[in-house]
């Protein structure tokens, strides 16, 4: 996990973690969208990803929250927000971004969090066990109080090349391996080191002020998600 938070021009910290066997996050707060980069400009293999997602822009990549104890993770559909059930698995079609609601968040009664996840890639799993091969994302309690006191979360999530994996446990306690990166480092460019970019999740501020639907730029049109409780 690639990470810098940043609240105003205040540096906190900064750090690279491998967080499991098959993804692993960068992680960033800036004042702002990280933008995906044009074909010119230097490390544009996100790029080339997107461009190449055409040909399975209907595939639903199942993608597994961990989010601490209580806490829920919903997904928007027209008129309201989808809540399966812990462990929250929910199949996202790639190429698409979507709005997330978290909500149950222990010691902050009747806040909730609005975050995005802009898929990217998807995993080539057996036919008929995708579900079984989610790809991970990590929402930490630290992330969650950083997005409620007003600070943007980004986490980029990418797929670790075997060749370079770190050969440590991350199921362990203390399996992980964390490097600092500079205020300057762009999280998406360092991702790309480590592996193609799955997925980008953005959490902030924002709140709806409306319901769910479809004209609403604040829902991206709604795009399509499966599950297997339904």
């Not at 091969?133 to 797929?159: C, M, Q, S, W």
């Not at 090349?161 to 999280?187: C, F, L, M, Q, W």
């Not at 970019?197 to 953005?202: E, H, K, N, P, Y």
């Not at 479809?214 to 339904?230: C, I, M, N």
């Amino acid at each position: 996990m690639i990470r810098k938070r940043l609240f105003g021009l205040f540096s906190l910290l900064s750090a690279v973690m491998v967080l499991g066997f098959l993804s692993n996050t960068a992680r960033a707060q800036k004042p702002g969208y990280i933008p995906i980069r044009g074909a010119g400009e230097p490390t544009a293999g996100i790029v080339d990803i997107h461009r190449g997602i055409g040909a399975y822009s209907s595939w639903f990549q199942p993608f597994r929250f961990n989010v601490p104890d209580g806490v829920k993770v919903a997904v928007a559909e027209e008129g309201r927000f989808f809540e399966g059930k812990a462990p929250f698995v929910y199949g996202l079609q790639t190429d698409s971004m979507y709005r997330l609601r978290i909500s149950s968040i222990p010691l902050h009664n009747g806040k909730e969090i609005y975050p995005t996840i802009e898929i990217v890639n998807r995993l080539y799993s057996p036919v008929g066990k995708e579900f079984e091969f989610p790809v991970v994302v990590d929402i930490t309690k630290e992330d969650i109080e950083y997005a409620l006191n007003g600070a943007l979360v980004t986490r980029v999530i990418y797929l670790e090349r075997p060749e370079t994996a770190i050969p440590i446990d991350s199921t362990a306690p203390g399996g992980k391996y964390s490097v600092d990166i500079n205020d300057a480092s762009d999280p998406l460019q360092v991702a790309e080191q480590y592996g193609p970019i799955m997925a980008i999740l953005r959490m902030g501020s924002r709140i709806p002020l409306e319901p769910p639907n479809a004209s609403s730029p604040f829902f991206f049109g709604l795009p399509p998600f499966t599950t297997l409780e339904r």
